[in-house]
């Protein structure tokens, strides 16, 4: 069953978060038709708004006009239920980092959706081939990997499940390209290669917070200034989340079962208290909110 990037014109993206929100922006700027569906309206609403913040700032900066930006919004449909999808051709999950849901996501997706229809993940880090094997239709379900902030991260990891089809995987790619996007191919490994590297050099800063060894402005404007890094390690896992990067070390932890990537502690303890940064306004820094 083939299709080609012309037949891809509604999209569903899953998850109004951080992430979802992004995805949703990028695909709707680039002249698609997007479902965006949230369990939750308080997310829904927040998306939208993340959207339109974004796109004004844009516009400010007079990357975009003012046509381009009403016409991204136009094309976003918000949706509390997932029915949405049944026309998408192509469906990015984008929801909370967390096996179970994924999982029990994709089974329902793989039932509203055409037998046609592609569906992408945008999982840090949870195994491709294991989310592919919950659907009726592994060949066709693939990674896209985005990056934080979507809008201005160029990054995207396609992922190959072991049972994705190739031409998935170029299809893929090419709508990547199409978002003005730079796509690279990677297999299906717990955290890919992006978060493989980053999200441990992340945790470790937060073993060197925990140890004393520095404040937490000395150890950003360390890696910043020394490594040439645009932003700091520490207000990064505020920019993404720590829920997101505890769930990626411990994905890291589980599957490849090596010491080296045990969570520190500290994450664990700020995931408790619900200190995940900026999306709760409190991480290593204080944000507004
Ligand atoms: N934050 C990052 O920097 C980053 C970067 C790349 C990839 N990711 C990945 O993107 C995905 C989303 O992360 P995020 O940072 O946007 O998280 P988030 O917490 O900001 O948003 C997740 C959203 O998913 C929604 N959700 C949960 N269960 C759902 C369901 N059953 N149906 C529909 N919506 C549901 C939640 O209500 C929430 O709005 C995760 O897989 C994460 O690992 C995150």
């Excluded at 680039?30 to 965006?36: D, F, H, L």
């Excluded at 090419?174 to 978002?179: E, G, S, W």
């Excluded at 073993?207 to 402005?217: D, H, R, V």
Aim: hydrophobic fraction near 45%.
């Amino acid at each position: 069953m083939q299709m080609n990037i012309e037949q891809i014109r509604h999209v569903g993206v899953i998850g109004a978060g951080t992430m979802g929100s992004g995805i949703a922006q990028v695909f709707a700027a680039a002249g698609y038709r997007v479902s965006m569906a949230d369990v939750c309206q308080q997310a829904l609403d927040a998306g939208l708004r993340r959207i339109s913040d974004s796109l004004d700032r844009l516009l400010a900066r007079s990357v975009i006009s003012g046509t381009d930006r009403d016409s991204t919004l136009d094309n976003i449909q918000p949706s509390l239920t997932l029915s949405c999808l049944e026309s998408a051709d192509l469906v990015v999950e984008a929801a909370t980092e967390n096996p179970e849901i994924k999982s029990s996501l994709l089974q329902e997706i793989d039932g509203i959706c055409r037998p046609e229809t592609i569906i992408a993940s945008n999982t840090s880090s949870i195994s491709l081939t294991r989310l592919a094997a919950c659907t009726g239709r592994a060949d066709r379900v693939v990674g896209m990997h985005f990056m934080n902030p979507v809008p201005l991260m160029k990054l995207v990891e396609i992922i190959r499940a072991l049972q994705t089809d190739d031409e998935v995987c170029t299809l893929a790619a090419a709508l990547a390209v199409k978002l003005g996007k730079v796509p690279f191919h990677v297999n299906d490994s717990p955290g890919f290669v992006a978060n493989r590297i980053l999200c441990p050099m992340i945790n470790e800063a937060i073993f060197a917070l925990q140890e004393g060894i520095a404040e937490p402005e000395a150890i950003d404007e360390i890696m910043k200034l020394g490594m040439n890094h645009p932003i700091g390690p520490l207000a990064l896992a505020d920019l993404i989340g720590l829920d997101v990067v505890l769930a990626v070390m411990r994905v890291l932890h589980d599957e490849m079962g090596e010491s080296k990537f045990r969570p520190c502690p500290l994450l664990v303890r700020m995931v408790d208290a619900n200190h995940l940064g900026r999306k709760t306004g409190r991480g290593f820094y204080d944000y507004e909110k």
